[in-house]
């Protein structure tokens, strides 16, 4: 059984990582077809050993396709993921267009795998915010040991969180400190280069941002409606990884030792934990690596029953690219999706 699999976006940051997960985890492909705006035909990405050329997706038939990996923005998403899914491929999407539809699954598969079921509603499966999946594979193995009350959070985040252009404008930026040029802020609503900026995504009525509000609401889509969270997300100069502080309520008694161990079992996660000077992980540690990282696990003596620790992970491969191809992997392994080739 091997799945004919397109990539929308494959030029971009998640789009090139997932080409790359893909076949470092040999997920069984019979074609892998890299697709991208008219402003990339025939630009060439890689996959395993090979090279292969980028296609327009306004002109791709997706009728022989399998699955759908789409990374190319929210606008992208809304307009192609219905038609796509029509044609009896499933798009598993990394934007935010299709994660708060009660049709759609929101799935990170060390967490809810199960809620995949029903996903042939739509034939779309959403991958959550970069920010939020990392954290809810940190939180569920403490969430079924000892019911997690309430979360704060505070979000160190990358700049490739926020694109190719992005990274580009923070090396730029650095370069023109460097110089003495003038730093031109194009992406950013300030100077990210030796700075950071309190605000990703923009402003809601509330004073919260979307990104601050995209973490409460897929917390409590994937892990639990009950979960009161409140998150604040900062912008960093850091090129790859996102990094969290965290503080956990639970109803129930939890001590550091206990989350230690728990979270050391836990699918998904590694423990770097050494109460010494550099026994912790950094961004810079985590990119280019597969697991949240959990550090710095103490009890938090300002509550009852709470917790405080350091999460970080690779936001371009758990944040997007390895959970959509995880989800992949579930369609396939529990026999949800089977290539049209061999059905034919
Ligand atoms: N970066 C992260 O950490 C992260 C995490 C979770 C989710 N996401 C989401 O993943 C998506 C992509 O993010 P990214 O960081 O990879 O962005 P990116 O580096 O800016 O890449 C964007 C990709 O989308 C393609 N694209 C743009 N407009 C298109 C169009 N009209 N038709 C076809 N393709 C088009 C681009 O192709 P061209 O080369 O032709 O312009 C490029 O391949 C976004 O929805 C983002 O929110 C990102």
Known sequence: MAYKVAIVGATGN???????ILAERR??????VPLASSRSI???VSFGDKTLKCRHLDTYDFSDADICLMSAGGTVSKEWSPRIGAQGCVVIDNSSAWRYDADVPLIVPE?????????????IIANPNCSTAQLVVALKPLH???????????????VSG???DAMDELFAQTRSVFVSDPVEAKKFPKRIAFNLIPQIDVFMEDGFTKEEWKMVAE???ILDPKIKLVATCVRVPVFISHSEAVNIEFENPITAEEAREILREAPGVLVIDKREPGGYITPHEAAGEDATYVSRIREDPTVDNGLVLWCVSDNLRKGAALNAVQIAEVLMNRKLLTPKKAAA
Not at 14 to 20: A, I, Q
Not at 27 to 32: I, L, T
Not at 112 to 123: E, T, V
Not at 151 to 157: A, D, E, F, G
């Open 42 to 44: 025939g630009a060439e």
């Open 27 to 32: 997920f069984p492909v019979s074609e892998v």
């Open 111 to 123: 967490v809810n795998a199960n809620a995949i079921a029903g996903f042939a509603k739509k034939n």
């Open 144 to 158: 079924d040991k000892a019911k997690i009350r309430r979360v704060v959070v505070s979000t160190y985040q990358s």
């Open 162 to 164: 926020a694109g190719k």
């Open 14 to 20: 998640v789009g090139r990582e997932m080409l790359d």
């Open 219 to 221: 917390t409590k889509k």
